[in-house]
């Protein structure tokens, strides 16, 4: 029985002696978890990580057995068409319970969308307004229907945004907003049910990039409370130019 107290005791010192090994990836891939500068998405990952844990995908998604896992599925900017596999993998996700978070603006995740028999999709033209901050290129969102995405949030300021047609929406854009010819109010984000789970889609990935994570703060924060805590799946594979210029190690010592 010493023996076994003294080996515990050597395990414990061992683990608190030895340094922590923390993998460290940058990448200058717009929209990246990776990516810290001003067109990443750190900050967000970084607010996704106090809530759970998150975990990036690298691969596709019938490669990493999506479907079997629970969580959030948050795929943001793609630029790359997902396979029917993915679909598939996606489909049986949603259908146990899974929730899938989609920030796109010009219809690439389109392709996911139509694979899994939804009807909403992202315009592929942009959305212009009269209500603006600074250029017409940063529209202003002031209607938020969602009480838990409401309080607190005084508006969004959008970045080039496109927006969802074929659904009714949580946020919408003005009245007099427009897109093509259209003139009219067109929702900007929007909730689907989808078997035991659940699509959110958001017309403007560009509201989470770092550059604007402060003057969006409240709202995002919101958005983090609104998808849940638990597990985070933040796909990288869907990247064209996911390029990890710098793969390192840290070391944190602790005392």
């Known amino acids: 029985m010493r023996i076994l107290y003294a080996f515990l005791i050597f395990i414990g010192i061992l683990l608190l002696v030895l340094p922590l090994a923390v993998p460290v990836i940058k990448t200058s891939a717009e929209f990246s978890m990776f990516n810290t500068k001003w067109n990443g998405c750190s900050k967000f990952a970084k607010l996704l990580a106090e809530r759970g844990k998150v975990v990036p995908i690298m691969y596709p998604y019938n490669s990493v057995g999506l ?10 900017g793609p630029d790359v068409d997902f396979s029917s596999l993915e679909a598939k993998e996606v489909k049986e996700f949603l259908e146990n319970g899974g929730t899938l978070f989609i920030a796109d603006d010009f219809g690439t995740a389109n392709s996911l969308l139509e ?11 942009p959305l212009k307004d009269i209500f603006y901050s600074k250029r017409a290129e940063f529209p202003i969102v002031v209607r938020i229907e969602d009480p838990e995405l409401s309080v607190g949030v005084e508006k969004i300021t959008l970045n080039v945004p496109s927006a969802i047609i074929g659904v009714e929406g949580e946020i919408f854009s003005s009245k007099v907003s427009v897109v093509g ?30 550059d604007m994570f402060e003057e969006n703060k409240q709202f995002i924060e919101k958005l983090v409370d609104y998808l849940g805590s638990g597990n985070f799946y933040v796909d990288e594979a869907h990247h064209y130019d996911f390029n990890p210029y710098s793969i390192s190690t840290v070391y944190v010592h602790q005392e």
Request: overall charge positive; hydrophobic content about 45%.
């Open 67 to 76: 479907s079997k896992l629970n969580g959030v599925l948050v795929i943001i």
């Open 181 to 210: 010819k259209n003139m009219r109010s067109y929702p900007i984000m929007a909730e689907i049910k989808y078997g035991k789970g659940k699509i959110i889609m958001l017309s403007d990935p560009s509201i989470l990039i770092n």
């Open 115 to 125: 694979k899994l028999g939804v009807k909403a999709r992202f315009s592929t033209q």
